[in-house]
């Protein structure tokens, strides 16, 4: 009798260790595997102040699965929050819609954990009309274009020298610094005669001994463009 008791103690033992190992093995399987890069889309999305653009996050996992996350407010596991570092430029949802609010850029950013993506948002304004590019910075300008006449700037090349300029138009009546949305482009892109519009006021500059000469200077906003003729003496 006291071997059957024993026995059974040992089968009772085996089938509780084995459904212990069972319960663990399990939980290892069905255990969600860790994310590693999250993809914001549609990658530096442009879109006019007042439209909306649906951006999605994309996941791939350690194991090399992939699938979409979904917008909410805990910002971990399969859910990603959205964020906007300029929301005078563009708003997001916590679903991801992102709205244009003004001209300009903003960094859109989805986040779970520790884990973030991220793209460039551009919003562009809608109806710019009197489009011009001017000397001196917004809202104390001189010289600017005006219709096909270019505004124009004599630099002498003696010495290096700097000049700001600043894009500007008007959006329903509104005046807009457009600059740091702009393209200036220097033509047949002499190395000596460069400028940078990464700020308001874009600066453009003629380094010294540069070849005298006119170098027109191309801005262009969407399908408005205005010209800057840069003539340089010595």
């Known amino acids: 009798m006291a071997s059957t008791k024993?026995?059974?103690?040992?089968?009772?033992?085996?089938?509780?260790?084995?459904?212990?190992?069972?319960?663990?093995?399990?939980?290892?399987?069905?255990?969600?595997?860790?994310?590693?890069?999250?993809?914001?889309?549609?990658?530096?999305?442009?879109?006019?102040?007042?439209?909306?653009?649906?951006?999605?996050?994309?996941?791939?996992?350690?194991?090399?699965?992939?699938?979409?996350?979904?917008?909410?407010?805990?910002?971990?596991?399969?859910?990603v929050c959205w964020s906007s570092s300029d929301t005078t430029v563009a708003t997001i949802s916590t679903g991801g819609e992102l709205t244009g609010v003004s001209s300009g850029t903003s960094t859109i950013t989805a986040a779970s954990g520790a884990i973030t993506g991220t793209t460039t948002a551009t919003v562009v304004l809608s109806n710019i009309t009197n489009f011009q590019v001017c000397l001196g910075s917004f809202g104390a300008t001189t010289t600017c274009s005006s219709g096909g006449t270019a505004a124009t700037w004599n630099a002498n090349a003696a010495a290096t020298v700097t000049q700001d300029f600043v894009a500007q138009g008007d959006s329903n009546g509104t005046p807009f610094d457009l600059t740091t949305s702009s393209t200036f482009t220097v033509a047949n892109s002499p190395t000596d005669v460069t400028c940078d519009s990464t700020s308001s006021p874009a600066s453009c500059t003629v380094q010294q001994g540069t070849t005298a000469?006119?170098?027109?200077?191309?801005?262009?906003?969407g399908t408005q463009t205005a010209t800057i003729n840069i003539v340089v003496t010595n």
Not at 42 to 70: C, K, V
Not at 213 to 221: E, I, K, S
């Open 6 to 79: 024993h026995k059974l103690r040992v089968a009772g033992t085996f089938a509780a260790l084995i459904t212990l190992a069972l319960a663990v093995s399990c939980k290892g399987f069905f255990q969600n595997p860790t994310l590693t890069t999250i993809t914001v889309d549609p990658p530096t999305p442009s879109i006019s102040q007042g439209a909306t653009q649906q951006m999605t996050a994309s996941a791939t996992y350690q194991d090399g699965s992939t699938g979409t996350l979904t917008g909410g407010k805990s910002c971990s596991g399969n859910t």
């Open 213 to 221: 000469g006119t170098y027109p200077v191309t801005v262009t906003y």
